[in-house]
């Protein structure tokens, strides 16, 4: 592959983030995507998460990430009681989408169902949460190492599902769209995805009429799994050992949902309020 320097600024950028593993060597932040930052300290952050350990909920920590003579927690929180399924909630799988970081604490203090038990991963990557980067400590992209595994925070997820057995998975993500889309795999239901959208814009999210890459969807806000999509899926673990967390959820027979808040919006809530919301949405619906 050609060294990025010497592709067209678009294809470069392409390349960055699609067809390989390890882009930098350290946690680059993030200047030229039209990220807006939000508000977020990790230590500030991880004391707030460790806060709901009690009669509710078991928080863990599942391993640490050493950067710069610092010790970065992942941490796992887990609803208390017997329930009869699992819902398996990734945030801050990029460092730099802190919206599905800060929508954690309310998803937490809103959580009501008792039949559902909730896990939730957070940060997955911690230094790149510090870091306002994309990459984790050693530049890797996280969720491109679901074929591998030879990042420690990928690791970690894989080890939540083999210990957890998530029915249902949610990834909490941001991207450069104008607003919210849902990318789904082969084992959501159409008509699940279509309610959970609907559910969306009852809350006030605008959905997308247009993914990230100018395709358009139908209906706004689903990406729906396609066959064409799914092969490509697996043309770019056969030929680039690289997998996201939505296709190894796929491999599993576990239905995942991927869900898009534009980090172009300043309005830290309406960032926010549809993580918040689909965690709700797919919880009501599992019970």
Known sequence: MPSLATLPNDLAKF???????????????????????????????????????????????????????REHPVLSVRSRGEADKTLLVLSGVHGNEHAGLLAVPPILEAWSFDRVRLVVVTPVNPVGAAELSRFNAEGYDINRDFVRFGTPEARVVRD????????????LHEGPQDATFIFTNRHVETKLAHALCDALATGGTVLAEKDYFGLRLTPPGLSASSPGARLVTKLWALTLGMKATIAYSEDQGIPEIV?????????????????????????????
């Open 15 to 69: 390349a960055r983030y699609h067809l390989v593993r390890r882009a930098e060597t350290y946690p680059a932040r993030e200047d030229d995507l039209g990220i807006v930052p939000l508000p977020f300290d990790l230590d500030r952050y991880v004391e707030r998460i460790r806060a709901f350990d009690g009669p509710r909920f078991e928080v863990a920590t599942r391993a640490t990430v050493t950067y710069r003579d």
């Open 160 to 171: 939540v599902f083999d210990a957890e057995r998530p029915d249902f998975v949610i990834s």
């Open 259 to 287: 869900l898009e808040s534009s980090w172009r919006m300043r309005d830290e809530a309406a960032r926010v309020r549809p993580h918040v919301d689909l965690v709700s949405a797919v919880a009501e619906r599992l019970t």
